[in-house]
């Protein structure tokens, strides 16, 4: 495991990366997980404008062990997602446009594009529009998600899960890329999507360290200069 300082780096680094691209606002959170039961996440201000010491640590039972900040109202999110998913070490919530647009007429997100391979199990839709606040709610949001990485919430936003940041970052970026052109290909005509086969191709050819790197890098340099 990472050291804290390097962890908090990485997830300030996700936040700024994501508001400079415009796919944040006033709201949403990013938690990694820094041991088996202890997470660290960004407290309740816009995400965009967390700094070092913002960051607490919470329990996996969604209580605040460390630090000054308050603790996000959708905990229970990130507790119920992590407890169901072994494989999960870090998760995104946000609220970008184009997701919610997909999920209010029952669309998941389609593979339309390259970019959006990594999305070929499907992106689940929870069909409700209440914020995640209880446990049983959290539960019901990771049975929804299953074993896939993206889930939308009808009316509210995205959940993303990886098992490290900088492809949680990918997925938050990718996600949204993918969902713009398929809402701008559905109104010229019919989507033609990739068959599964064809976006496992792009999913071998992507998931090697260069290309997730130049991915990254780009994206770090239009942020930081
Ligand atoms: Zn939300």
Same mark, same amino acid.
Request: hydrophobic share 40%; net charge neutral; glycine share 10%.
């Given at each position: ?22 796919? *944040?606002? @006033? #709201?949403?959170? &990013? ?26 640590? *919470?329990?996996?039972?969604? +209580?605040?062990?460390? @630090?000054?900040? +308050? ?39 389609? &593979? ?5 391979? #990594? #999305? ?51 997925? @938050? ?28 191709? &792009? ?12 991915? *990254? ?9």
């Amino acid at each position: 495991m990472e050291n804290l300082q390097s962890l908090k780096e990485k997830i300030l680094l996700v936040c700024k990366i994501l508001d400079r691209q415009g796919l *944040l606002d @006033g #709201f949403g959170h &990013v938690t990694t997980r820094i041991s088996e039961d202890r997470i660290l996440s960004t407290p309740k201000m816009p995400p965009g404008k967390v700094s070092m010491r913002d960051f607490i640590i *919470l329990s996996m039972k969604g +209580e605040k062990l460390e @630090g000054s900040g +308050e603790p996000n109202g959708e905990v229970p999110m990130h507790t119920s997602i992590y407890k169901a998913r072994p494989d999960v070490k870090c998760i995104l919530h946000y609220h970008p446009d184009e997701l919610i647009a997909l999920s209010v007429v029952g669309q998941g997100v389609k &593979v339309v594009a390259n970019c959006g391979a #990594f #999305f070929y199990r499907g992106t689940p839709i929870f069909d409700s529009s209440a914020l995640i606040r209880s446990e049983a709610l959290g539960d019901q949001l990771a049975r929804t998600l299953g074993d896939r990485n993206a889930v939308l919430l009808r009316g509210h936003g995205a959940t993303v899960v990886a098992d490290d940041l900088d492809e949680l970052l990918r997925l @938050g970026i990718t996600l949204v890329k993918t969902a713009r052109i398929q809402i701008m290909a559905s109104a010229l005509g019919t989507l033609k999507t990739h068959s599964e086969a064809e976006a496992k191709a &792009v999913v071998d050819v992507e998931s090697g360290e260069r290309g997730r790197r130049r991915f *990254l890098d780009y994206y770090i340099s239009e942020t930081l200069g």
